[in-house]
């Protein structure tokens, strides 16, 4: 196999690993009405089933990354992927709240690997040139699970317990080992770094008070004076984390992040708005199948179904923004600029993004799936324009030496955005519902429906009620329209920072190193000085 075709292949090998990520994020926002409805969970539980995973894999995905630098990433991904398929099936057979959360703490683990691995070979093996094709693949991955989790998830949900959609993992992380183990060529830093643990503790404390503080105000309140200090302690401890990583530095030691990364434009501002994206992505991916299925009173199947829309928005934006951004090579074999910037490329799909969700508030009760179709997939559409192109400016700034312990950075970053986004707009939903929830003139027993509106909706059902069944679904979809105008404001913002601050082009930090990876075959000499150049700055 020619050593061009082989790099291409791996790349595949590797994106089947993220496709089992993206599949279990589907799948378990579609689970989570019925997961509320069988295991008694409260809308707390219902964020927790989400933030356990997202805030492990945030605390451990730093540490992850550097081992992989150091220890081998092919051999740090296949021991993710062992550990994820063994945790999927644990999330399965939990038969309460609390058992699940654990196993999702533990998937986390699996997932912290698997992330950044999947990403730090982009560094490794592609030129600055064909990097904006590898990540439209690595995006793809990820957006090939997204429809598969909405049609497979809920059929599996329509027909079976809910513990099949945890255990479609499985056979998924048996074909990415095979694909693994047999295509992805080992590569790993060339100087085996210590491990910082005190930074892995510091950073983990941190992370969890901040995200244990935001789930506790969506519950108790954000006049909750345990919540606020909690929250208050979280951003102490990360900042205490900052100035304990600058002091490792400045004593020649090995830090668990590597702060002089964010000198760099490209990779500053590329990190921070993918993590935007993040943040308004998960809370969309919490809020509508519970609007679906609660709301409209659709079943897991056709909750999956109306998600199509905007993976399909997705994919388009994901195509056209990978071309608009690939460099055009002229008849003499040199490359130019590519035919958009990354600068108005981001810009751009932050600002579609912005209109679908804007047009989105608008949303009721009774709207049609026309309606609904029509604004998810504007909202795709700008996702798919502006995810990729975003990565593409914070990977172009990173080595080879240190793509591992760099993804392993971006990727927590944008864990931490969508655990935040989750337990805050999750919150934002809650407080509206709570609000809006009218139960003046009915039975004492409808107190029980401001816990959520599963908890709503079953104690309507049980009394018979029409007008508390309406109330609750009115006061949820207030909530709901209120979270899509927060994430419009997210997407007009990322729109000015990038518009601001965000380099014209994606430019490379170091060269790819295919030997490293047991490949030939180096850059064009255009290619290389391009990489080189400190385009970011």
Same mark, same amino acid.
């Given at each position: 196999m020619a050593s061009d075709s082989r790099r291409w292949w791996a790349l595949i090998a590797i994106a089947a690993s993220v496709v089992v990520v993206g599949l279990d994020l589907t799948v378990l926002s579609l689970a989570l009405p019925t997961l509320a409805r069988d295991l008694h969970a409260s809308t707390g539980d219902l964020q927790w089933f989400s933030d356990a995973y997202s805030l492990v894999l945030a605390a451990a995905v730093l540490p992850a990354g550097l081992l992989g630098d150091r220890l081998g990433r092919k051999k740090v991904l296949l021991a993710a992927l062992v550990l994820f398929g063994a945790s999927s099936a644990l999330c399965a057979y939990a038969s309460s709240s609390g058992e699940l959360i654990a196993a999702r703490a533990v998937l986390g683990l699996g997932a912290a690997a698997s992330l950044p691995l999947s990403l730090s070979i982009l560094p490794v093996l592609f030129t600055a040139d064909e990097r904006p094709k590898a990540i439209a693949i690595m995006s793809s991955a990820t957006f090939v699970s997204f429809p598969l989790g909405p049609l497979l998830g809920g059929w599996l949900l329509d027909n079976f317990w809910w513990g099949s959609v945890f255990l479609i993992n499985v056979p998924v992380v048996v074909v990415a080992l095979i694909a693994v183990t047999v295509l992805m060529p080992e590569s790993r830093s060339a100087q085996r770094r210590r491990m910082d643990g005190a930074g892995v503790v510091i950073s983990g404390l941190g992370l969890t008070a901040l995200t244990y503080g935001f789930i506790k105000a969506g519950e108790q309140g954000w006049s909750d004076v345990t919540s606020l200090a909690t929250i208050a302690a979280g951003v102490l401890v990360l900042a205490g984390f900052v100035g304990w990583e600058r002091r490792v530095r400045a004593r020649r030691g090995e830090p668990l992040v590597d702060l002089s990364l964010f000198r760099s434009a490209g990779f500053t501002w590329g990190t921070i708005l993918s993590t935007l994206v993040s943040f308004a992505l998960f809370g969309i991916l919490f809020a509508m199948p519970l609007y679906f299925q609660d709301v409209r009173g659709l079943n897991a199947l056709g909750s999956g179904v109306r998600l199509l829309p905007m993976i399909g928005g997705m994919v388009i934006g994901m195509v056209g923004g990978s071309r608009l951004q690939s460099p055009r090579r002229s008849p003499d074999g040199q490359y130019g600029a590519p035919p958009v910037s990354v600068k108005a490329l981001v810009t751009a799909g932050y600002l579609v993004m912005g209109a679908g969700l804007a047009i989105g508030t608008l949303t009721r009760a009774s709207s049609g799936t026309g309606f609904t179709a029509a604004w998810f997939a504007l909202t795709g559409l700008g996702l798919g324009i502006a995810m990729p192109a975003a990565m593409n400016a914070a990977i172009g700034a990173l080595s080879a030496e240190r793509s591992g312990a760099g993804t392993a950075l971006i990727t927590a970053m944008r864990q931490v955005g969508a655990t935040i986004g989750v337990a805050v707009l999750g919150t934002v939903i809650s407080d509206v519902y709570r609000s809006q929830l009218h139960l003046a003139g009915l039975p004492a027993a409808a107190a029980a429906a401001v816990r959520s509106i599963g908890v709503g909706l079953q104690v309507a059902h049980a009394a018979g009620s029409q007008i508390l069944l309406s109330a609750v679904r009115t006061a949820?979809?207030?909530?709901?329209?209120?979270?899509?105008?927060?994430?419009?404001?997210?997407? =007009?913002?990322?729109?000015?920072?990038? =518009?601001?601050? =965000?380099?014209?082009? +994606?430019?490379?930090? @170091?060269?790819?190193?295919?030997? +490293?990876? @047991?490949?030939?075959?180096?850059?064009?000499?255009? *290619? *290389?000085? #391009?990489?080189?150049? #400190?385009?970011?700055?």
């Open positions: 949820f979809v207030h909530g709901m329209d209120l979270m899509l105008w927060v994430c419009a404001g997210i997407a =007009l913002a990322s729109a000015l920072l990038a =518009l601001s601050f =965000l380099p014209r082009r +994606a430019g490379g930090a @170091g060269q790819p190193v295919l030997q +490293a990876a @047991g490949l030939s075959g180096t850059a064009s000499d255009a *290619q *290389q000085a #391009e990489q080189q150049a #400190e385009l970011g700055r």
